[in-house]
T-cell receptor, first 112, second 114 residues
Framework: DVKVTQSSRYLVKRTGEKVFLECVQD?????MFWYRQDPGLGLRLIYF???????EKGDIPEGYSVSREKKERFSLILESASTNQTSMYLC???????????FGDGTRLSIL | AQTVTQSQPEMSVQEAETVTLSCTYD???????LFWYKQPPSRQMILVIR??????QNATENRFSVNFQKAAKSFSLKISDSQLGDAAMYFC???????????FGKGTRLSVIA
């Protein structure tokens, strides 16, 4: 079974801090995604990556950056955390259209 | 841009009954993929069912089936013989080519009443 692992299930940080959310998948998937989930808004795409060192902006990239130095790891970075970035963050990966997109368990991030 | 609309923020169903969750979408593409995901309180996103737009036959997975109306851009999920474990948030999602980012609806929270 594909495993997508997010480094933290819960995280509390302070405004202005630089925050790293890590995501690792174990199936050599090409494509990886970061979504943000908020009540009443569903999931919204922040960034995605089709290959190592490649990244594409999603619908809400402001205040975020990403890093993909190795195929299995896709990091989401909050350069200077703000309270409006308090949310649930979900990572996902996929290899081929015939396969389902696999999600991690999510990181619930609180910015105080 | 593609959009996905779930018009029912909350639904409830009696155990063993049938419920239908609605989803409409907007796209100018002729080839695409549609999905229903389930998110229980554990937060794990679980794929319930998937439909490829070029297939006219409605997808079915055990108690879950869809009514895919391509011309109407409608993709509803029917859950038969509802069980307590079906209680969750359900998200409808669209993908242009299957391995591209998903566009999600805002979700429908389903409660199952014993």
């Amino acid at each position: 079974d594909v495993k997508v692992t997010q480094s933290s299930r819960y995280l509390v940080k302070r405004t202005g801090e630089k925050v790293f959310l890590e995501c690792v998948q174990d199936m050599d998937h090409e494509n990886m995604f970061w979504y943000r989930q908020d009540p009443g808004l569903g999931l919204r795409l922040i960034y995605f990556s089709y290959d190592v060192k490649m990244k594409e902006k999603g619908d809400i990239p402001e205040g975020y950056s990403v890093s993909r130095e190795k195929k299995e790891r896709f990091s989401l970075i909050l350069e200077s955390a703000s309270t409006n970035q308090t949310s649930m963050y979900l990572c996902a990966s996929i290899d081929r259209p015939s396969q389902p997109q696999h999600f991690g368990d999510g990181t619930r991030l609180s910015i105080l | 841009a593609q959009t996905v609309t779930q018009s029912q923020p909350e639904m409830s169903v009696q155990e063993a009954e049938t419920v239908t969750l609605s989803c409409t979408y907007d796209t100018s593409e002729s080839d695409y993929y549609l999905f229903w995901y389930k998110q229980p309180p554990s937060r794990q996103m679980i794929l319930v069912i998937r439909q490829e737009a070029y297939k006219q036959q409605n997808a079915t997975e055990n108690r879950f089936s869809v009514n895919f109306q391509k011309a109407a851009k409608s993709f509803s999920l029917k859950i038969s013989d509802s069980q307590l474990g079906d209680a969750a948030m359900y998200f409808c999602a669209y993908s242009h080519s299957g391995n591209t980012p998903l566009v999600f609806g805002k979700g429908t929270r389903l409660s199952v009443i014993a």
